[in-house]
């Protein structure tokens, strides 16, 4: 699963160049893909159709997913900076 693969590899970037901030940021990662159960329409409109974009500020994520009638599936946690093609 790429969002899951894309949460190590940022856990393991931070744990590596900024030890002080990863276990917080991992945590606040995985806290706004937890409100999505109430608020699943809080992200913008999504580049690609059918997904939505939610900005983590005031870190550097983007968290990208999409919404049908049961569930919410978190596809991307991806760097602000990051090309998203």
């Not at 005031?58 to 919410?72: A, F, H, K, N, R």
Request: with cysteine; net charge positive; hydrophobic share 40%.
């Amino acid at each position: 699963m790429a969002a899951a693969d894309d949460l190590e590899g940022i856990s393991n970037y931070l744990h590596l160049h900024h030890p002080s901030f990863a276990n917080s940021t991992i945590q606040r990662l995985y806290d706004a893909a937890r409100s999505l159960k109430q608020f699943p329409y809080v992200g913008r409109v999504g580049k690609k159709s059918g997904t939505r974009e939610l900005v983590l500020a005031p870190l550097p994520y983007l968290m990208i997913y999409c919404v049908d009638e049961q569930s919410v599936h978190i596809l991307r946690f991806l760097h602000a900076a990051q090309d998203r093609q």
